[in-house]
């Protein structure tokens, strides 16, 4: 569960400006939600703030009872470890690491025996619908195939929530429905919570419930 | 102009460390270059001072090298009616025994005629002595010091001052203390006059002086008066200018001077490789920047100027720092290498104050410069040639093409080539000097392709051992040859320098030492001063045969050294019994035959010479050697050449009976005594102190405190060119900061992506390090490849144009295993910095970094 509680997020400059003011929301586990709203609403801090990307200036988020803001930056990367997993619109693959080394790379930073390691990445890159593509290099995908690979490396300990900062933006329509259907997919099957920042309205149309964010506020929580 | 504060003065300051990193590497050159340089300066004014301040009026000075004459030659240089007034001297350091700080440089004169050319006044007014010089003469225990002596060391007029004399301690008296004055504050104040026939018994010179110093009659020139004393005395006497001493000075050190060349151009040639790297990387990262300028309207030129006005600003400040700091650093070791120098050549000098020559220092600056510009010109030009289109566009920038790549396998292929004509054709000066740059260019143009090659060798034992963190900074460096090259390039070259340094110590340490087994074998010496280089002291030779007489001394061997002119240059001449040598010592031969060089020597009928005189002064066995004595020229054939080290400029081997006869000088430097068996060395110690009682000054040196005493003067040697190993590790460390700073700016998204997907803080900066480590490794791996050469190099240079030393090439394989640790931990201390820059960063702007 995930728990947000009167979180507001400033940015100091020249001008200070608030991202998202006094925020109160709750999201049960395995819920598939989208965050919507127009350019500079909020809803990537959110989202960063929710995956320990960013700490709010006020209030308190909390993972499964777990209270962020209390957590040492290396206790907080270990929770992100544990619990979830980022998908990211530019796929931030690291273009030297294979298909196979790509999704690896968090189990490789959590320890894991290489043989438990390679075999959990190649049941991820089949779940995905890459068993093939093992030892390709990011540049030689389609960028429908660089998001599975990034798919398959965020889901790598089957973490129980899944943040999506804009998964289809940066993909044609017709991958984008493929790869939004292979989350909802992911989503059925691992029971998996997941939140997906998107401008796109077929994407958020196809979540069970739709939050809409304006000048920091929450305006609109609605289930379909 | 506006450009440079628009565009390259924001960039400096969005960057300002590594900026600040890019012109250390001017700092740190311009400073070695200005510190060796000014100490070296300040001891040569320091003697120059000296020289000049005691000479006072005097217009010329005759010597007969260090060797002196007898009295007589000062009767007929008066009789000259062009002199005016020709006084005798003899100058020479001594420590007194009582209350003193420092050694005293004793000017010995006959005050009846030189006041003349110096003026002595006196403190306290009472110059009644002065005015009447038979006082002064008629006391011989008088002795005059100066002001700044007398109250450093608490010393009023009348007060005993007790000299260790040849005689034993002889006690003097003050008779004056003189006020400050050009002459008091020669040798640092440390001066004391006394009358010169005190100073013969004092100095066991016998009836000899040291020089004659001389005016010449007024509206005559003291040149031509010169040339007519010359053509009287005989080419054996040397008729120079006071201020000629000091060339002289200078042309002994000129070893050290040409050290400190090869250093700051070392350390500055390294500091280009990091220009130029920094430049490199600043062009491909603003080339979006350079794109929008040039779709602006801004020439190719100008693009390529405002390069190159940023890389001159920088020289300009770098070298500017590195003179200040130039200047400090000869302000802390100017005292300490004026001893070694004194101790290396024997030559008295006290340098104090640190004399900063503004020529050198606008030299400095021009260096500094120059060296930015080079270093910058190819990168300014690369960035003139930007396409604008391409260069809005992102790309791989930091990746070489195969076309550069090919192009600069192919110059360094041509350049190995020309290198092994110039080692095959390369008797020249010019052919040999050339191969060796040709073949750092060579390597140094290999360096990107041999570094990938390496870098990929290395992917998969990083990979296997860290598989994240390993991998990551192999590939950094796989696909940033760019960025990392200059940083590797200047490391390996840094590597080698020490290879090449380590090498040359290590064959001269292992060259040294057999012939400290082989020269100096005696069981003990025995030597009239506390440093064997000094020379103001001598045994007459009667205490030499005294020595010999004592029971339990097998065989003693007097020997004379003296720096006399060859070539117009001062050679150590070793005046000793050469029959008597060869039964002792078998100095390895490099040219003729061994027994019957030194029969023919023995006999008078010509010198043995050192390799390193052969190779310095390019003379051959057979050649016939003209010497100048005071009994006219002497025409030596030289019979052979010998490895001898008795002095860095070359040493020439002449049997004592023929030295004693053209140069009318008995006395002796050093007796080396053999023992008979069963007597030791502290038997003879006694004997000899029973035998000689307080009737002569001597010192006992045991085989292994001469053996100490060199060798510890070659490590002070030798320690001067560590600097060069600690200047050249520096700036290359300061290469891998930089190049790990651009690194993570480069690296920021995926170190961003690796904490996001759970990489602790501990993970992210395990990959830099390993990246800092890699670098490390694959700079030594080249440097280690580099020194070999560079070995060859050294040694060669060494033997042609430095100490004369032929020395055997051996891989210093010991210390290339001590860089291991030296160098992966230079490089790990240098990745500490960039690593904690990496991790303190915002998360959420790396992930969205552009």
Known sequence: MIELTGVTKRFDGKKQVTALNTVNLRIDKGEMVSLVGPSGSGKSTLLNLIGGLDKPSTGEIALDGAVLSGLSDDALTKLRRDKIGFIFQFFNLLPTLTCLENVSLPLHLRGWKKAQIEERAHELLTLVGLGKRLEHLPEELSGGERQRVAIARALSVYPPILLADEPTGNLDSATGVEILGLIRDLHERLQTTVLIVTHDKNVAESCARQIALKDGVVVQDRRV | MILLKLISWQYVRKHLLRSLLTIAGIVLGVAVFVGMHTANQSVLTAFTQTVDRIAGATQ??????????????????????????????????????????????????????????????????????????????????????????????????????????????????????????????????????????????????????????????????????????????????????????????????????????????????????????????????????IGILRALGATRGQIQVLFLMESAVGGLIGAGLGAGLGVLIARGMAGSLGNLLGEIYGVAQKAEEVSSDPQLLAGAMVLGLITSLVAAWIPARNAARVDPVQALQKGKFQLLTAGENRTRRGLAFLFLVLVGLSLVYGEGRLIFYAGYFLSIFAGVLMVPTLGLWLAKGLRPLLKAIWPVEGALAADSLIQSPRRTSGAVAALALSVSLIIALGGMTQAAYASIEEWLRIALNPDMYLSPSQNLTDRSFRFPAAFAEEVAKLPGVRRTQFVRTVRLPVDGEPVMFVSLEVASIRKEVRLPVVSGDGDKMYAEAAAGRGVIVSDNFALQHKRKAGEILTVNTPEGPLDMPILGTVVDYSDQKGSILIDRAVYEKYWKDDSVNVVRIYLDEGVTVAQMRDRVAAQMGDRYRYFVFTNEDLRSYILKITDQWFGLTYIQIAVAVLVSILGIVNTLTVSITDRRRELGVLQAVGGLRMQIRGTIWLEALTIGAIGLVLGWVFGAVALYYALETSARDLSGMRLEYSYPFRMALVLIPVILGSSFLSSLGPAETAVRGSLVEALEYE
Not at chain 2, 175 to 199: E, H, P, Q
């Open chain 2, 60 to 289: 010329l000075q005759i010597t007969a090298g260090e060797a002196g004459f007898e009295e007589e030659v000062l009767e007929r240089v008066q009789n000259v009616p062009e002199v005016r007034v020709a006084v005798p001297v003899i100058e020479a350091v001594a420590t007194p025994e009582t209350r003193s700080k420092g050694n005293l440089l004793i000017l010995a004169v006959d005050m009846t005629g030189d006041r003349s050319l110096r003026e002595y006044a006196l403190e306290d007014g009472d110059d009644s002595f002065i005015e009447d010089p038979l006082v002064f003469l008629a006391q011989p225990d008088s002795i005059m010091i100066t002001q700044e002596f007398a109250a450093e060391n608490g010393i009023k007029s009348n007060d005993a001052l007790t000299l260790n004399s040849m005689d034993g301690p002889k006690k003097f008296v003050v008779r004056g203390i003189m006020k400050s004055s050009g002459l008091t504050s020669a040798f640092g104040g440390n001066l004391a006059i006394m009358d010169v026939y005190a100073a013969q018994k004092v100095f066991g010179r016998g009836r000899r002086f040291d020089r004659i110093d001389l005016a010449v009659q007024e509206g005559l020139r003291p040149e031509e008066v010169g040339k007519k004393l010359e053509q009287i005395l005989g080419a054996g006497y040397q008729v120079e200018s006071p201020s000629s001493r000091g060339k002289q000075f200078e042309s002994l050190s000129s070893v050290y001077g040409m050290l400190a060349n090869i250093t700051s151009l070392f350390a500055l040639f390294i500091g280009m490789f990091i220009i130029y790297n920094s430049f490199a990387i600043a062009v491909t990262q603003r080339r979006s920047e």
